[in-house]
């Protein structure tokens, strides 16, 4: 490793991403927001790297499959590429990841007023776009977050009652599926009787079920089964609801956070001003309050959001402000150093 600054709960690397991202943990970041080089789009070295497209696509998914590594499984990840390149970006992504959007980022300003329309021969390209992913939850390629296999646990045991209420009737008269289906014209047996996928039956199909059990305790002379009347099974199928939504409150830690509000973008397309020229500007800089809403919207205050192509460190910085712990890396040591100094000083 080159070059490590830490200030506070901010680390900053100056190295490679892929060597860097080798020494992180399986399953440590919470969030990745990231800008990789878009390629062939600025004129500097760094984003002129690779021989051509295929290349250049090769080494990002050498980049993804360490990203989806270190991505926690409730984690999100926001990708930023151009235009030119992002149907093939976001393929390369889906063999990895859940994408979520395509998130068209749509700049109200730009050269396109002083342009040669005619001389373009196709639209003005005003906008960069940002896959948003999370991990698959299976069965493809899982990294499941667990929160839906905790729900379906939860569920079947707060049930349990009721569950074995029908199992038990069922099981003691021996009654076959075709029965049920004979009788309620539905195919609903491994739902009313079985514990996975557990349901309770409406009011005219437990009639039914109530005079078909009845009929078959009198043919076997035994003891009646499904007496329970239907508006009392209800008042207790409410009551343990209930207590299956308390107990999910507390496995909401486990999921994937997301939190928008109409008070700020809550759809696929976005307008954010781009970053004004200054002395010092990173020619690729993000807006923060775009880079804001991304952080409070995919990532809990004290989460760790990592950025492995910060620049100027506009995401460390967003990062920072909003109570996350930041990594950021970069590969361009005069660039690393400024960033280093900036975010000192909003520190
Ligand atoms: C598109 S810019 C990111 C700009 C950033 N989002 C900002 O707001 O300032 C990409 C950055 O990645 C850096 N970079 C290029 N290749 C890299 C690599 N292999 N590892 C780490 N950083 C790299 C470049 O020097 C450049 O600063």
Not at 298 to 307: E, L, M, T
Request: proline content about 5%; glycine content about 6%.
């Amino acid at each position: 490793m080159k070059n490590t600054v830490k200030i506070n709960s901010i680390e900053l690397v100056n190295d490679d991403c892929l060597q860097y991202i080798k020494t992180l943990p399986d399953n440590s970041i919470d969030l990745i927001c990231t800008d990789p080089p878009y390629f062939r789009v600025k004129p500097d070295g760094w984003d002129n790297q690779w021989k051509g497209d295929s290349d250049y696509l090769t080494w990002l998914d050498m980049c993804l499959a360490e990203f989806w590594r270190v991505l926690k499984p409730a984690g999100s990840i926001y990708l930023f590429c151009g235009h030119r390149l992002a149907a093939d970006i976001e393929l390369l992504m889906r063999n990895r990841f859940d994408v979520l959007n395509h998130i068209i980022w749509a700049k109200p300003s730009g050269r396109w007023n002083g342009c040669n329309k005619e001389s373009l021969r196709a639209y003005f390209p005003a906008t960069e776009r940002i896959l948003f992913a999370g991990h698959y939850l299976g069965p493809y390629k899982p990294k499941d977050d667990g929160y839906a296999a905790k729900c379906d646990d939860t569920k079947r045991h707060v049930m349990t009652p009721l569950i074995d209420y029908f199992r038990n009737a069922r099981a003691s008269l021996g009654v076959t599926s075709k029965q049920i289906v004979a009788a309620t014209g539905k195919n609903m047996a491994s739902h009313w009787f079985g514990a996975s996928q557990w349901q309770l039956p409406n009011e005219a199909d437990y009639l039914k079920l109530q005079a078909l059990f009845s009929d078959i305790a009198r043919v076997k002379q035994q003891r009646q089964e499904l007496e329970t009347p239907h508006h009392q099974l209800v008042v207790e199928y409410q009551a343990l609801s209930r207590r299956y939504v308390e107990l999910l409150d507390e496995y909401k830690a486990l999921r994937r956070p997301f939190s928008v509000s109409a008070a700020v973008p809550y759809t696929d397309v976005w307008t954010h001003k781009p970053v004004q020229f200054y002395p010092g500007k990173h020619p690729c800089e993000k807006p923060a309050d775009m880079l804001r809403q991304i952080i409070e919207a995919s990532s809990r205050p004290g989460d760790v959001v990592a950025d492995f192509f910060m620049g100027s460190g506009s995401t460390i910085k967003a990062a920072f402000h909003l109570g996350r712990h930041a990594i950021g890396v970069e590969l361009d040591e005069a660039r690393f150093k400024q960033t280093v100094e900036e975010v000192e000083q909003v520190q």
